[in-house]
Nanobody, 120 residues
Framework: QVQVVESGGGAAQPGGSLGLSCAAS????????VGWYRQGLGTQRGLVAE???????NYASSVKDRFTISTDDARNAVYLHMDSLKLEDDGIYFC??????????????WGQGTQVTVSS
């Protein structure tokens, strides 16, 4: 039905920058909210940034003013630009897309995750 694939990430030093990309494809009739979650070692998955269907963006307080979420015009590509990285930004980043699929309504689809490693 809907596939969500992340790319980007990798390793950076504290203070550095990285970018993540996410592409959604499949039989979608519309896209609502999109965003990114992070799961650190031994922690639960938590929201990093989201863009709602009306364009409103929300960020976790720990990343506000450092991370920026954006999309392409069709909103089936989602980006996360990360500046001033900190050790606590380390983790697996998961992209989500709330997509409408005919006959299935609106469901949240997840990517497989991409690793971001921040170390000195």
């Amino acid at each position: 039905q809907v596939q969500v694939v992340e790319s980007g990430g990798g390793a950076a030093q504290p203070g550095g920058s990285l970018g993540l990309s996410c592409a959604a494809s499949g039989s979608m009739s519309g896209i609502n909210d999109v965003g990114w979650y992070r799961q650190g070692l031994g922690t639960q998955r938590g929201l990093v940034a989201e863009q709602l269907v009306d364009g409103t963006t929300n960020y976790a307080s720990s990343v506000k003013d450092r991370f920026t979420i954006s999309t392409d015009d069709a909103r089936n590509a989602v980006y996360l630009h990360m500046d001033s990285l900190k050790l606590e930004d380390d983790g697996i980043y998961f992209c989500f897309v709330d997509a409408a699929v005919d006959g299935f309504g609106i469901r949240r689809y997840w990517g497989q995750g991409t690793q971001v490693t921040v170390s000195s």
